[in-house]
């Protein structure tokens, strides 16, 4: 997974947060895109443990019940390890 680009990865979340029907908060504006933010972006060939990423819905959902749903729909070698409300 180390070789997918940092642009492959927010489009990677943001087709497997679409399956998994979540409610989105989609940007305003001409093209409308989900608002996710990753915190860093890694060079291609890295590889990390511990990547944190920021998605803004617009209704309430469990930490736990999104770390199942978004957990099904990715690929095995992306695991998320937990999810917190801010």
């Known amino acids: 997974m180390r070789f997918i680009s940092h642009l492959d990865l927010m489009r990677l979340f943001m087709r497997a947060m679409r399956r ?3 409610p989105l908060k989609m940007s305003e504006g001409f093209n409308p895109h989900v608002k996710l933010s ?3 972006a890694l060079k291609l060939g890295l590889e990390s443990d511990g990547e944190e990423a920021v998605v803004v819905l617009t209704m309430f959902v469990r930490c736990d019940d999104f770390c199942r749903r978004l957990q099904a729909q990715l690929p095995e070698d992306i695991r998320i390890k937990n999810a917190v409300l801010v």
């Open 20 to 22: 998994a029907d979540f």
């Open 38 to 40: 990753i915190a860093r």
